[in-house]
């Protein structure tokens, strides 16, 4: 079993930085596709990024060029760097792991993930 724990969310002013992390714990970390989701008050979750076990990354055009998505196989971590916040960017940030291991592929669809973490809020003030 899997657990997926995230942490580094708060309260930050537009413009400002913040860096999530995601401790997995369970299996084997360095197989693992992840990505990033995240979701705003009444709007739907949403893709923010994704990063293969290879270390392949792909982002939501909406963050591109502000957020950085990363992993450290060595601390079972991954991380999402949130750079020039803006307060549409206010939600809960999700991480999970897709059902695949070793996948050259990647996803953005819900279903392809089977395990979620519990979600870290980041709230940006403008």
């Known amino acids: 079993q899997v657990q997926l724990v995230e942490s580094g969310g708060g309260l930050v002013q537009a413009g400002g930085s913040l860096r999530l992390s995601c401790v997995a714990s369970g299996g084997s970390f360095r197989s693992y596709n992840m990505a990033w989701f995240r979701q705003a008050p009444g709007k739907e979750r949403e893709f923010v990024a994704h990063?293969?076990?290879?270390?392949?990354?792909v982002y939501a055009d909406f963050v591109k060029g502000r957020f950085t998505i990363s992993k450290d196989n060595a601390k079972n971590t991954m991380y999402l760097q949130m750079n020039s916040l803006k307060p549409e960017d206010t939600a809960v940030y999700y991480c999970?792991?897709?059902?695949?291991?070793?996948?050259?592929?990647?996803?953005?669809?819900?279903?392809?993930?089977?395990?979620w973490g519990q979600g870290t809020q980041v709230t940006v003030s403008s």
């Open positions: 990063i293969r076990w290879s270390g392949g990354t």
């Open positions: 999970a792991k897709e059902r695949r291991v070793f996948s050259s592929t990647w996803s953005r669809v819900e279903d392809a993930f089977d395990f």
